[in-house]
């Protein structure tokens, strides 16, 4: 019996916060309530920096020249998906490098709607976004705040 893909995907995600401390989320396309930070795959032969910036650009319409970046997390981090949600595209769970950013753009630019991963957007604590994330991706959640804290708006973030 052949199982559905037993490799991890290699990918890049960002953490991108505005002036306030508030984490850019978007919430999955047909999932309401399901919400998530970007994030997506490594094309061949491209770095994680590179794959990220990429990403954005496709999936939000941010622009790298909008973005300062702060740092990055010292090791790629895992999650594994539910049996039920393994595809061969996505494979058993996701390898993902993170970075974290600051957004200098003009909201306006920013377009989930017209792409194909998000229906909405919006700022909001990294608490509340920890609630609202699927529960396979918390403990990854959780490492990023670790990793990040010192950043977020503090004041009702858990």
Do not use: C
Not at 34 to 63: F, H, K, M
Not at 90 to 113: A, L, P
């Amino acid at each position: 019996m052949s199982l559905p893909a037993q490799y991890f995907r290699v990918g890049a995600g960002a953490v991108i916060l505005n002036a306030s401390g508030l984490v850019f989320a978007t919430e999955r396309k047909g999932l309401s309530g399901s919400w998530q930070l970007p994030q997506g795959g490594l094309d061949e032969n491209e770095e994680p920096l590179q794959a990220v910036y990429r990403e954005l650009l496709e999936e939000t319409g941010i622009r790298k020249n909008d973005l300062e970046l702060l740092g990055y997390h010292p090791e790629p981090l895992a999650y594994e998906l539910p049996a039920e949600f393994r595809k061969p595209k996505t494979g058993r769970g996701q390898v993902q490098y993170w970075f974290i950013f600051r957004y200098q753009g003009n909201e306006s630019t920013i377009d989930v709607k017209s792409r194909d991963e998000a229906d909405s957007w919006q700022w909001m604590t990294f608490g509340s976004l920890v609630d609202a994330v699927a529960d396979f991706r918390k403990p990854l959640y959780e490492k990023l705040y670790e990793r990040f804290r010192g950043y977020f708006l503090t004041h009702g973030d858990s």
